[in-house]
């Protein structure tokens, strides 16, 4: 089995080194571990591809590469550059450092470049670790995401259905803000909306009398309708949910037959 794994936070990222252990219980002594990331954090970026400017790729090691670029840029460079010849069985983006979860997945370069690999026909998931206080002074926050993440991969490969139609399934997966030890279980949910967040602006006047704006994000402790994504992760629970970057909202096609 060969595995890529990329992520937004950047080659250096501790949730990179995470998502490298889980890849390599995967694919077991006889398989692969490929990693292609951005050189520098690119969180928010969402499925951004660098097609107006080209992008410096660096070997930095054995099936390690760095990318001056997306998250989805760098599942292209690996796929058509740095091993063409030997594509990937599966792609894993993450641990994204912070939830992923609600609308959050649709500024997510985590998910940017899950959806990239989904669109080049592979199997592809982002793996995220929901922060809070129950978890965010651990020796490592990101132990709930280590424990579980391979095996609930696997279950997660099992069960996915043979690809058909168009688009192919990409999951969205989010770790819960607690230890690894009081993780419930998992839950398969919808996307949820966090009522009433959502990210603003907040300015700042430099030393230099500058005015500069901060991007100020939502309160990640609002519960989305239940069952929903970030709703089950602040109850303890995984969450996957599964997608396709088909964005119809094929709910109001019938509706609107009357404008034809």
């Known amino acids: 089995m060969r595995i890529l794994i990329t992520n937004d936070d950047g080659i250096n990222a501790p949730g990179l080194k995470v998502l490298h252990a889980i890849a390599e219980e995967l694919v077991g002594p006889e398989g692969e571990v490929w990693t292609v990331a951005p050189a520098f954090e690119q969180s928010g970026v969402a499925h951004k591809i660098s097609y107006t400017h080209p992008m410096m790729v660096s070997e930095l090691g054995e099936r390690l590469y760095a990318a001056e670029g997306s998250p989805a840029d760098c599942v292209l460079t690996a796929l058509h550059d740095v091993m063409p010849d030997c594509p990937p069985d599966l792609v ?14 649709l500024y997510s370069g985590t998910l940017g470049g899950a959806m ?40 997660i490969l099992e069960a996915t259905p043979p690809h058909e139609g168009d688009y192919r399934l990409f999951y969205n997966i989010n770790f819960p803000p607690h230890p690894a030890s009081a993780v419930k279980g998992t839950k398969v949910s919808r996307q949820g909306a966090r009522e009433g ?18 991007l100020r994000g939502a309160d990640q402790t609002v519960r989305t309708a239940p069952g929903t994504d970030a709703a089950v992760n602040l109850d303890g629970y995984i969450s996957v949910t599964p997608m396709r970057a088909d964005l119809t909202a094929h709910d109001t096609l019938d509706a609107l037959k009357v404008i034809e």
Do not use: C
Not at 92 to 102: E, I, K, M, P, Q
Not at 133 to 152: I, K, M, Q, V
């Open 197 to 214: 967040t959502g990210f603003h602006t907040e300015p700042l006047i430099s030393p230099s009398g500058r005015r500069f704006l901060w």
């Open 92 to 105: 894993l983006s993450g641990v994204n450092r912070g939830n992923n979860s609600a609308e959050n997945a």
């Open 116 to 155: 990239e690999a989904a669109l080049q026909g592979l199997p592809a998931m982002a793996l995220s670790q929901y922060y809070g206080p129950e978890n965010r002074a651990l020796d490592d926050p990101f132990e709930a995401a280590l424990a579980h993440g391979a095996a609930l991969i696997r279950r």
